[in-house]
């Protein structure tokens, strides 16, 4: 499986593997299924007006169907219906959370790489690439990676957890394993290194996802963010 290799804005090298072609092809199917059942529901609404619907309420009915892989990147975290089944995340090669900006790009270049040319540039530019992109992730800067692996976030940021243990984050509950892996590299290399510039912007950012007030200092702020992550998911297994 290829890897993708992303350098964060604070120059922490991040490694992941790349969503196989197969992988894309299914989640891409299995958002079809949303465009065929918009597409009955579609004919359903025209055969109750006798197909007497203006310009602005057929391009008003056929918005969702224009818009719902872009609205659900956006509200999903990088993901379509399709993207969670098939298991498999946009994320951004900068190793910051993909914006607007990113997801609109490959979305628009959908055009190019799926509609125009049915589907041939995308699989070709992502068999060549090697990288999980299409022109549209090359375009937006993004890259679509799997979430099959397992990652272990038992390492030393967060030392044993005693069954009494209490959570003191709920709001971690909201976050994933790949979100922890992230916050658990960057925070790794940067005590290795003593770059506590690196820590405190790394628990500002944890802070603001998960709308928290650090009340104490910013280490162990991210090492209780990842104890009470691992004891609830511990719990929930």
């Known amino acids: 499986m290829n890897n993708v290799s992303i350098h964060t804005t604070q120059h922490v090298p991040l490694s992941y593997d790349a969503a196989n072609l197969g992988s894309r092809i299914g989640a891409f ?5 949303f465009y065929v059942a918009w597409l009955i529901l579609y004919n359903i609404i025209e055969g109750l007006f006798d197909s007497d619907l203006s310009t602005a309420s057929q391009f008003a009915l056929w918005l969702p ?11 999903f975290d990088g993901q379509t219906l399709g993207k969670m089944v098939a298991r498999i995340r946009v994320i951004s090669k900068d190793g910051v959370p993909a914006t607007f900006a990113n997801f609109f790009m490959r979305w628009m270049f959908r055009i190019i790489d799926i509609f125009m040319s049915g589907g041939s540039v995308a699989v070709v530019t992502i068999l060549m690439n090697g990288k999980g992109q299409r022109l549209g992730d090359i375009a937006a800067g993004t890259a679509v990676i799997s979430l099959n692996k397992k990652y272990n976030i038992n390492t030393n940021i967060a030392a044993e957890i005693d069954s009494d243990y209490d959570i003191t984050y709920k709001e971690v509950a909201n976050l994933t394993d790949y979100d922890i892996l992230l916050i658990k590299k ?3 290399y940067a005590f290795k290194r003593r770059n506590f510039i690196l820590l ?30 691992q004891f609830m998911m511990s719990v929930s297994n």
């Open 186 to 188: 960057i925070f790794n």
């Open 65 to 75: 169907a224009m818009v719902y892989s872009l609205v659900c990147e956006v509200l």
């Open 29 to 33: 199917v299995l958002d079809l299924l």
């Open 200 to 229: 405190e912007q790394l628990s500002e950012q944890v802070s603001l996802v998960l709308n928290v007030k650090v009340e104490n200092d910013r280490e162990e702020f991210l090492r209780t963010v990842v104890k009470d992550y």
